[in-house]
């Protein structure tokens, strides 16, 4: 199991914001590790067009987490490789706990 570096995972009154760092284009789609000391480093298959990798994140994020696509929304970095994408209803503990088992498979 991977460590992902906690600054990433910030605490909100609803849920948890979580900081990432996205490389789309990639083979497959999934949490790459760390990148750096303050973001989760995560791979998506879609190209960054038209929304696609954006998209993409959502959904992924919603589905390891077991939370509806709704429950996932992206604050910040629209448009680039840096975002902060809100998780409502899942601590800061569980997500980061979610998604370093995540990175093991």
Request: aromatic share 2%.
């Amino acid at each position: 199991m991977m460590e992902l570096p906690s600054k990433a995972f910030k605490s909100s009154s609803d849920g948890t914001l979580l900081v990432c760092r996205v490389q789309p284009g990639a083979s497959r789609s999934g949490v790459a590790g760390g990148y750096g000391e303050e973001a989760v480093k995560i791979a998506l298959s879609s190209p960054p067009v038209d929304g696609k990798a954006n998209q993409e994140l959502c959904r992924m994020l919603a589905e390891q987490c077991g939370v509806p696509k709704s429950a996932v929304e992206l604050i910040s970095g629209r448009t680039g490789r840096s975002k902060v994408v809100k998780i409502t209803g899942i601590s800061p503990e569980a997500l980061r706990s979610l998604l370093s088992e995540e990175e093991a498979k």
